[in-house]
């Protein structure tokens, strides 16, 4: 039997094709505009100095951002050493070894934690750093941005893990390999891709972070040695510089949010480049 | 319509073979050993009572309509259903006379070798998917893993084809080659017992073939037991066959004899074509 199309439902058909089709152009438009924005602003301010000079004093014109740059890698390089082996593991512990029952609560542990404002999180980093060793500093930063890593580096190496099909554990196991073997040589190998990606993720996502750092990293106007003294970073730059009043400031933290946006999206493509290209069939 | 027949297996205490402790004894070529032997899937029996001996050096295939239970036996051998949850075992299971249940669960598989349905290559090279077995088992010396890697493609009748691309990725080869590469993993750490679970399953008639041919040469050293659901497979192949429904091991007996002039009704009816 043919059934007749009404007009009421082609009505409804098309309406509701162009109110998704506007809502997705609105979604990218916003993306395109702040690139758009960023760019106007930002990169007409960038300049060789930006990446080598130092910050000016205030009332002074000119400088650069070289030692936030510089800092921002130190923080997020100690936030990865802190929370890319924690989560890593207890992911490999949830993939791999963990009962149901408990499987779920971590996994909604992990979520809630995932949830806790930054602000919070360098609440915590300042109580367990800053206070007992009594002044601001990059460890404190990374202390902060590490805990905000975990919840991701834990979910992102279950998934890649669980992805793996079990023939491949059976195989292994099979041939006498004893379970922690299976999961180290075989298991992850698979995965790595999958876990590389998530890890540059991982840090792209932590590395616009500002509120967490705040009062843990502090900022500092000049380089910062070591890794127990206040360091400046590229979002608390940019925070600090667009509410002076200065005008040349504001075009500094243009350019900054740039370079940070710049970063994050080389980040990003890095990873999804790791992700197309594949498990390595040679690698051992 | 068959629910009386079943029935009448359920009720029935079916094992062709004596199930007493004492005959548990190993006679003089048998290698595996199955007495009493219940498999359960949480409250599910999946195995009833099973008893079977294994013979050295002959192939062995189990035959039987899907979910009987032969691929569930199968597995109980080399101990890989402990790797499922809420999986119990009861009953006697002897290799070489010794109690399989309590032998390192590792020593286990390394002596019991297991190819899977599908074939399941490493995403490694061809070599090191065949040095995997002798290097998780601590055997690194170069010269000797180097042998070992070309004897078992060689038995597993690949290694003219590959020989030249031992460090090109496993997932290269074709499905018929892969399945054969899992084999010469399988026979890297010489196993004394080879299961096999339905190995052509996924294969064209002459990767099947090639199979066949290899599984003929190499029961010289090893034993193997093969699940098919390929009962000219069955007929061609093994020396003894095993006929399984509804987690019963119904008949047990030389391959002729299973498929010329079965002692049980639901045998025939099943290598007939009449059932299942």
């Known amino acids: 039997m043919m059934m007749e199309i009404s007009p009421k439902r082609r009505v409804v058909n098309a309406v509701m094709l162009s109110l998704s089709g506007i809502c997705t152009a609105l979604v990218i438009g916003v993306l395109f505009f702040i690139l758009g924005y960023l760019l106007w602003h930002g990169a007409s301010s960038l300049n060789l100095a930006f990446f080598t000079k130092l910050p000016k004093p205030s009332g002074e014109t000119g400088g650069g951002m070289a030692n936030a740059i510089v800092g921002s890698g130190k923080v997020l390089l100690i936030a990865a050493l802190i929370g890319v082996p924690i989560g890593f593991l207890a ?6 070894y963990s009962g149901r029952m408990f499987a779920f609560c971590l996994r909604y542990t992990v979520d809630l934690l995932n949830g806790v404002p930054s602000i919070v999180i360098g609440i915590v980093a300042y109580a367990l750093v800053v206070r007992p060793m009594k002044h601001f500093s990059a460890l404190a930063g990374g202390v902060a941005l590490g805990i905000m890593m975990i919840p991701i580096a834990v979910r992102t190496t279950e998934e890649f893990l669980r992805a793996i099909p079990n023939s491949m554990r059976e195989a292994a196991l099979a041939l006498g390999a004893t379970k922690a073997k299976t999961i180290f040589s075989v298991v992850i190998p698979a995965a790595i891709s999958g876990l590389l990606s998530g890890l540059m993720l991982n840090l792209a996502r932590v590395a616009g972070e500002t509120a967490p750092l705040l009062f843990t990293a502090l900022g500092n106007m000049f380089w910062s040695h070591g890794w127990l003294r206040p360091i400046a970073t590229l979002p608390v730059m940019i925070y600090n510089y667009a509410i002076a009043p200065e005008e040349d400031l504001h075009q500094q933290a243009w350019a900054a949010g740039f370079v940070l946006l710049a970063l994050v999206l080389v980040i990003n493509v890095t990873a999804r480049m790791i992700i197309a290209r594949g498990p390595a069939g040679s690698r051992r | 319509m068959a629910t009386p027949q079943r029935q009448q297996i359920l009720s029935e205490p079916v094992t062709p073979i004596p199930d007493t402790a004492e005959s548990a004894k190993m006679t003089a070529s048998s290698k595996l050993n199955a007495r009493n032997l219940n498999f359960y899937y949480g409250s599910f029996q999946a195995l009833h009572g099973i008893g079977i001996d294994i013979s050295s050096n002959k192939i062995t295939a189990f035959i039987g309509p899907s979910g009987c239970g032969k691929s569930t036996f199968l597995r109980t051998m080399n101990r890989m259903n402990e790797a499922l949850r809420n999986t119990r075992v009861e009953g006697d299971l002897r290799l070489d006379g010794e109690d399989l249940f309590s032998m390192d669960v590792t020593d286990v598989r390394r002596r019991v070798g297991m190819v899977f349905q599908k074939s399941n290559p490493f995403p490694k090279t061809i070599f090191d998917n065949v040095a ?7 055997i690194h010396k170069k010269s000797i893993v180097d042998d070992a890697v070309e004897r078992s493609l060689q038995h597993a009748a690949l290694w003219a084809e590959v020989k030249d691309k031992l460090q090109k990725p496993a997932s290269a080869l074709s499905g018929g080659q892969q399945q054969r590469l899992c084999i010469a993993r399988a026979l890297a750490v010489e196993p004394e017992v ?6 052509c399953s996924a294969l064209d008639p002459i990767a099947t073939l090639k199979i066949e041919e290899l599984l003929f040469q190499i029961k010289d050293i090893t034993t193997i037991v093969i699940v098919t659901h390929n009962m000219q497979q069955a007929a061609r192949l093994a020396d003894y066959t095993g006929f399984f429904l509804m987690g019963k091991l119904i008949e047990f007996d030389d391959t002729k ?11 025939e009816d099943y290598v007939t074509g009449r059932f299942g």
């Open chain 2, 257 to 267: 004899k299973i498929f010329q002039n079965p002692a049980r009704k639901e045998t």
């Open chain 2, 194 to 199: 080879l299961l096999l679970d339905e190995p």
């Open chain 1, 91 to 96: 992911g490999v512990y949830l993939a791999e």
């Open chain 2, 132 to 138: 995997y077995g002798l290097r998780v088992n601590g």
